[in-house]
């Protein structure tokens, strides 16, 4: 019964496979479109490593160029990320200073500067903003930051003469709150004169004086005026005068250790 059954799903299996459509044999004319177009990738790669070795040593020429003459920076043109990234490569290797500016897939371009002449705030600011740099544009960025460092000046002055007569009501305030007299406003002996009496009340309203010689010490008797080569001076007696006494304690347990030992051969040697 057990062989009919599986006979049976052989059969159904078979028939499955049977029905299937078999993969598309790859005839010869496939086999050579393939064949020229992984060619035609490896030529693309290469040519594209050959125009990036060329693009390189153009990038070297130019930057020892400029490491030699007294132009403070250099720009190109726009260009894709792997060109750009070429040029920040080179210029980290050269010792120069490699910023992009523009946007992504339209005129991202690099600026090579030389070390000792880093871009200023103003200049990186234009350059974001698309506006490229000149001497008229860092003559106009120039005016631009000092308007405005007048500006915030006079807010500045505006702001703490505006503060000066509220400051000064304020501390006249606080100083004719501090001269005036605290009174309670309520009488304590005639609230608790049914609980403590009127002689108790007398008593406790009574002014307490605190006692001068307990319970206070002075603040400078708190100070260690000791100098720091002092203080670790005494750690390190201290120290020493452990380790002596634990030396001592060591021996001494030492002593008696071997006092016992002969005194129990000692007694052995009599029972003997």
Request: proline letters at 3%.
């Amino acid at each position: 019964m057990r062989n009919c059954e599986f006979v049976g799903k052989m059969d159904l299996l078979d028939s499955i496979l049977n029905s299937m459509d078999a993969p598309p044999a790859t005839n010869e004319q496939q086999k050579t479109l393939i064949k020229k177009q992984r060619e035609m990738m490896e030529r693309m790669q290469n040519k594209q490593k050959e125009e990036l070795l060329r693009f390189r040593k153009y990038v070297e020429e130019r930057m020892g160029r400029f490491a030699k003459d007294d132009r403070t920076c250099i720009e190109f043109q726009p260009l894709d990320k792997v060109h750009r990234s070429v040029i920040h490569e080179i210029a980290e290797n050269g010792g120069f200073i490699a910023m992009s500016f523009g946007r992504e897939d339209e005129d991202r371009h690099s600026v090579v500067y030389k070390k000792e002449h880093p871009p200023s705030e103003d200049e990186v600011t234009a350059r974001r903003n698309g506006e490229g740099w000149n001497k008229d544009i860092a003559k106009e960025y120039s005016e631009r930051r000092r308007e405005r460092l007048a500006q915030e000046q006079s807010e500045k002055q505006t702001a703490n003469s505006s503060a000066e007569p509220g400051c000064s009501s304020s501390a006249a305030h606080n100083s004719s709150i501090e001269g005036a007299e605290v009174k309670p406003t309520s009488n304590y002996k005639a609230k608790y004169a049914h609980l403590i009496g009127e002689s108790a009340a007398l008593q406790a309203a009574r002014k307490t004086e605190t006692n001068q010689s307990y319970g206070f010490v002075p603040s400078k008797n708190k100070k260690d005026m000791r100098s720091i080569e002092q203080t670790l001076a005494d750690i390190q007696a201290k120290k020493r005068l452990k380790l002596q006494q634990q030396q001592q304690e060591r021996e001494q347990e030492q002593q008696d250790c071997l006092t016992t030992t002969t005194a129990e051969q000692t007694a052995d040697d009599e029972q003997q």
